[in-house]
T-cell receptor, first 112, second 113 residues
Framework: GESVGLHLPTLSVQEGDNSIINCAYSNSASDYFIWYKQESGKGPQFIIDIRSNMDKRQGQRVTVLLNKTVKHLSLQIAATQPGDSAVYFCAENRSGGFKTIFGAGTRLFVKA | NAGVTQTPKFRVLKTGQSMTLLCAQD?????MYWYRQDPGMGLRLIHY???????AKGEVPDGYNVSRLKKQNFLLGLESAAPSQTSVYFC????????????FGPGTRLTVT
C-alpha cells in the first residue's frame, strides 16, 4: 500500500557532526518529495524539496538525496547545530493529486 | 506578512460540544488544507479546498465539516466533539497543488474530555 516511512524514530548527534535522516517510500509513481522541520509547539516548516527527475539537491547546510531504485530519500544536515533539534518529516506528492503523504517523523537531538 | 494564522491556540471541549477552528492566510494562496497530528503519527489530511467556495474530503473527514467562503479563510467545524478528536490541528496553504510546498500555521491543540 501507500506509505512514507522513516527508518529511525530518534536520532542523536553531537553538535558539529553531520546528520543523516532517512525515509522510505513505497509508490514509484511519486513525483515530488519534501522535507519539513517541526520544532516543538510549532507547525511544520519547509526545508527542501526534490523532484523525481533529480537525485540530489543542495540547500544551505542541507542536502536531499533521492534513490528511485530503492525508493529511498535522505536528508543530510551538515555541521548540525542545537537549533536543528526538531522532528523532521518527509512527505510525498503525486502529480495530479492533492494528497500529500507525510511520514511519522524522526526526532533529531543535538548534543552540545 | 503574517503567513498562516490559526485561532484559537488551545481549546478544551466536553464530549458533544461543538466548535469552529479558524485559519487565515495572507499569501493569496488558492489551496488550503486542514490536518490533524497525533502522537507518533504523521500529519493526516482532514479536508482541503482548491479555491473559494470549494471543499473536498481528505483522508480522515468523518466528524468534521469545513467551509471556504473567502479565499483567505478556511474554517474547520466539529459539530459534536468526541474524545477521539483530541489532537493538534494544523492548517496549511499552498500556491499550487501537488508540486508546491505547503505553509503551515502554528496549530491548535484540542482536548475533548
Amino acid at each position: 500500500g501507500e506509505s512514507v516511512g522513516l527508518h529511525l524514530p530518534t536520532l542523536s548527534v553531537q553538535e558539529g557532526d553531520n546528520s543523516i535522516i532517512n525515509c522510505a517510500y513505497s509508490n514509484s509513481a511519486s513525483d515530488y518529495f519534501i522535507w519539513y522541520k517541526q520544532e516543538s509547539g510549532k507547525g511544520p516548516q519547509f526545508i527542501i524539496d526534490i523532484r523525481s527527475n533529480m537525485d540530489k539537491r543542495q540547500g544551505q547546510r542541507v542536502t536531499v538525496l533521492l534513490n528511485k531504485t530503492v525508493k529511498h530519500l535522505s536528508l543530510q544536515i551538515a555541521a548540525t547545530q542545537p537549533g536543528d533539534s526538531a522532528v523532521y518529516f518527509c512527505a510525498e506528492n503525486r502529480s495530479g493529486g492533492f494528497k500529500t503523504i507525510f511520514g511519522a517523523g524522526t526526532r533529531l537531538f543535538v548534543k552540545a | 506578512n503574517a503567513g498562516v494564522t490559526q485561532t484559537p491556540k488551545f481549546r478544551v471541549l466536553k464530549t458533544g460540544q461543538s466548535m469552529t477552528l479558524l485559519c487565515a492566510q495572507d499569501m493569496n494562496h488558492e489551496y488550503m488544507y486542514w490536518y490533524r497530528q497525533d502522537p507518533g503519527m504523521g500529519l493526516r489530511l482532514i479536508h482541503y479546498s482548491v479555491g473559494e467556495g470549494t471543499t473536498a474530503k481528505g483522508e480522515v473527514p468523518d466528524g468534521y465539516n469545513v467551509s471556504r467562503l473567502k479565499k483567505q479563510n478556511f474554517l474547520l467545524g466539529l459539530e459534536s466533539a468526541a474524545p477521539s478528536q483530541t489532537s493538534v490541528y494544523f492548517c496549511a496553504s499552498s500556491y499550487g497543488r501537488d508540486l508546491y510546498e505547503q505553509y503551515f500555521g502554528p496549530g491548535t491543540r484540542l482536548t475533548v474530555t
